[in-house]
């Protein structure tokens, strides 16, 4: 594969497909492996070893999925499964654990071959693009905020004073009989609506605080503004007692609900919203249903942004995201976290051995 020029080693091409594999296999800068019928790890590239620490030989014959982060594991499991099953080349997303015990976020490409059994399996790590899309979305999050306490302490504080300004004009004009009383009375009525509005959306900018008791409250002032602000109902059902979930989670899933209910305002042609906050199973289960036009021009209009913020933080909460149609018509968002997830999230990777592999990832293809 290679020879020598001068003081210099070059490369030279394999000269069969054989090598040709077996040198695009070693040089991958991306994870490489071929797992077997039961899940091992039959083979891997050295990239394993560059990135997450364990050698060919801490890695040989292991699980596959012994690697993943412990609530990844279902669905790389799955994955395995559908590969296996002749689901054809598919991708997902799961963390590996390293030999220290970091985590990398790999997506992952998997896919079968008749030449031989199991699956290949090719991983590119996105830990970096993942921490700058966490830190551009925290980053919008403090802007947000930001623009919120100057509406509440600027804006609110200057409509305020004119509206007390009003009134008390209002007040002289009634008592002296002038006819401009009315329409004094009625700028003084427009002016506190105008205070009101401003206030709710300063604190539907500003997350700060927000509590498993203060969501419902924050989703019930967002619904209450789409329907002030455009011709759309906008109404919130929720059940009256709620898990324990942090801060983090429910600013998390009001900024999901608020990307979608925005994105329905814009592209849906709706005239009905319905905003649902559940508690079923040890899953919080908050939907966004619409009665707009659907997922089809929708769908493309949301493939922006939006979208991609709402699946980002599903994805930092571990919860789940489905946009599906609804019945008869429109567009139904749901997001679904489980309420035990933070906890096993926080619990740390103490070993530095890999796990023992005890049990078959997914059936073994029945031989041909």
């Known amino acids: 594969m290679s020879g020598q020029c001068g003081s210099n080693t070059v490369w030279t091409a394999p000269t069969s497909d054989e090598a040709r594999f077996e040198s695009l296999f070693e040089l991958s800068s991306d994870l490489a492996c071929l797992i077997d019928g039961s899940g091992r790890l039959e083979r891997v590239n050295m990239s394993w070893e560059a990135r997450l620490g364990w050698t060919k030989a801490d890695l040989n014959r292991r699980r596959f999925i012994d690697f993943a982060h412990p609530d990844d594991r279902a669905a790389t499991a799955a994955a395995l499964y559908d590969a296996a099953g002749g689901a054809g080349t598919r991708g997902f997303e799961n963390r590996l654990r390293g030999k220290d015990g970091t985590e990398l976020r790999m997506i992952w490409k998997l896919a079968t071959s008749p030449m031989r059994p199991g699956i290949g399996a090719i991983g590119r790590d996105v830990t970096g693009e ?8 925290e980053a919008a999050d403090r802007e947000k905020a930001r623009i919120g306490r100057e509406l509440h302490d600027g804006l ?184 035990d997830a933070r906890t096993r999230n926080a619990a740390p990777a103490t070993s530095s051995q890999p796990p023992s592999a005890t049990r078959p990832v997914y059936p073994r293809p029945a031989p041909t």
């Open 130 to 137: 993942r921490r700058l899309q966490r830190e551009l979305i």
């Open 156 to 339: 609110c504080q200057s409509l305020a004073g004119i509206c007390t300004l009003s009134a008390t004009l209002a007040r002289k004009l009634a008592g002296r009989a002038d006819p401009a009383a009315a329409a004094a009375a009625e700028l003084t009525a427009l002016l506190k609506q105008s205070v009101g509005d401003a206030r709710n959306l300063g604190r539907g900018l500003d997350c700060a605080g927000l509590t498993p008791s203060s969501l419902p409250l924050a989703l019930e002032t967002l619904a209450t503004n789409i329907g002030s602000l455009h011709p759309i109902s906008c109404i919130l059902l929720h059940d009256q007692h709620l898990p324990s979930l942090d801060a983090q989670v429910a600013t998390h899933l009001y900024r999901i609900v608020q990307e979608a209910v925005s994105n329905v305002v814009a592209h849906a042609k709706a005239t009905r919203i319905v905003i649902r906050l559940r508690h079923r199973e040890g899953r919080i289960l908050l939907s966004v249903v619409d009665n707009g036009i659907g997922t089809g021009q929708r769908r493309l209009e949301a493939t922006g942004i939006g979208l991609r913020s709402m699946e980002y933080r599903a994805r930092l909460i571990g919860a789940s995201l489905t946009i599906e149609p609804a019945s008869p018509r429109g567009t139904r968002v749901e997001c679904a976290w489980t309420v």
